[in-house]
């Protein structure tokens, strides 16, 4: 069974540079594209980016200027920092296995899911 | 970047009834790479269906995805109560990755 472990601060004030790990255990780490999302308050779910476990990322336009994600192969980790921080990125913060492509076909996409990490910008 | 439209907003519905929600993409979905996810309150998404009409390991056959193209619709045969949570569709054809503003299924 593939589970999803993350961690890192809950409160930033704004500037600050928001910092998250999730730990992969179970199943393949090669292979897969591993992802971020988001989810505002009351809102609707974001996808800010991914990596493959090769080191290659991609990222939502949107957060690209602010957003590096990067991988530990060597623990089955990947981390996400985001840069100048401000409310609005006041989020519950997702870690999920992404995409799994074999001869160009995605096999499949957001299988597991991390437990979520709520992160609070405020001063 | 894929607009993902879903209707309705909000569907109120008894158990044991039907329930059909929409998704339209903005432009077409690669290869019908599109995904239903539940969300319960307090808890992460749990992907439903992927594919367009795939149920994913675990998911009781109740709950069937079917559609192409940029609609795309998501039925529950019988609610039971434990469905009642906000439903998203996503693609993931093309970057970025998106995801519709969800649909609240309400008893």
């Known amino acids: 069974q593939v589970q999803l472990q993350q961690w890192g601060a809950g409160l930033l004030k704004p500037s600050e540079t928001l910092s998250l790990t999730c730990a992969v255990f179970?199943?393949?780490?090669?292979?897969?594209?591993w992802t971020w999302i988001r989810q505002s308050p009351g809102k609707g779910l974001e996808w800010i980016g991914e990596?493959?476990?090769?080191?290659?990322?991609n990222y939502n336009p949107s957060l690209k200027s602010r957003v590096t994600i990067s991988v530990d192969t060597s623990k089955n980790q990947f981390s996400l920092k985001l840069s100048s921080v401000t409310a609005a990125d006041t989020a519950v913060y997702y870690c999920?296995?992404?995409?799994?492509?074999?001869?160009?076909?995605?096999?499949?996409?957001?299988?597991?899911w991390g437990q979520g990490a709520l992160v609070t910008v405020s001063s | 970047e894929i607009v993902l439209t879903q209707s309705p907003g909000a569907l109120s519905l008894s158990p044991g009834e039907r329930a059909t929600l929409s998704c339209r993409a903005s432009?077409?979905?690669?290869?019908?790479?599109l995904a239903w996810f539940q969300q319960r309150p307090g808890q992460a998404p749990r992907r439903l269906i992927y594919g367009a009409s795939n149920r994913a390991t675990g998911i009781p056959d109740r709950f069937s995805g079917s559609g192409s193209g940029t609609d795309f619709t998501l039925t529950i045969s019988r609610l039971e109560p434990e469905d009642f949570a906000v439903y998203y569709c996503?693609?993931?054809?093309?970057?970025?990755?998106?995801f519709g503003q969800g649909t609240r299924l309400e008893i």
């Open positions: 432009q077409s979905v690669s290869r019908n790479y």
């Open positions: 999920a296995r992404g995409s799994w492509v074999v001869r160009g076909v995605v096999i499949t996409n957001l299988d597991y």
């Open positions: 996503q693609q993931y054809g093309s970057s970025p990755i998106t």
């Open positions: 179970g199943g393949s780490f090669s292979g897969y594209q």
């Open positions: 990596i493959h476990h090769s080191g290659s990322t």
